[in-house]
């Protein structure tokens, strides 16, 4: 028999199978249940000091702009300059870098799931995404989220 535990994460499955679209789905897929950051977060298993998290910065043109410059600095080589994953570093990756743009449309894509990630990266996930919970600060990693929560079309001054 299925324990109740089986039945509720096979649920959850069908649930972000749904919201991820099944042309997303495949080992090497970024955006994929595979790597199983969507079903961690959503099953609530990420670490305490994550789960509460809300941007505690005002999306100004200032944070947006700062996230930028960091965003370029930092993520564009392997997520891409529109997010999409296509950056010149994660081309050989497995799993790939994730498209950013499709992932924060997706109804789990929290100021939370973003800090965790960014924080913590893919280690627990066997990928390359790097932990930058040490080298970034807090104030930073918020300022990318707001960039990132722009669509990447964010122009200054526009
Ligand atoms: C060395 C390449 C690399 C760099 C640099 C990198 N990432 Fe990633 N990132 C990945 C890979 C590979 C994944 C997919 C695997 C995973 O989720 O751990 C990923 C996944 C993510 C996810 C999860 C998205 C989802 O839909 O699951 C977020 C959010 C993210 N990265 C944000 C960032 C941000 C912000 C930066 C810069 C501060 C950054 N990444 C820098 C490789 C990279």
Redesign the pocket.
Known sequence: MFSLRTLYKASLLVLVLAATGCSHIGINE??SIF?G??TEYMWGDIPEQYAELTNPLSASLVNIADGEK??QL??M???GKAGDGN?P??GK?I??????A??RR?PI?TDA??FW??SE??KP?D????A?GEQ?SDKEIWQ?THY?NTGFNFKEGA
């Open positions: 970024s955006n790597i950051r969507y960091l965003y930092q993520c080589m392997c997520h950056g570093a994660g990756l799993p790939g870098p994730a498209n950013l499709f992932t997706l894509a799931f973003f990630t960014i990266g893919g996930f990928s390359a995404m790097p930058f970034l990318i990132i």
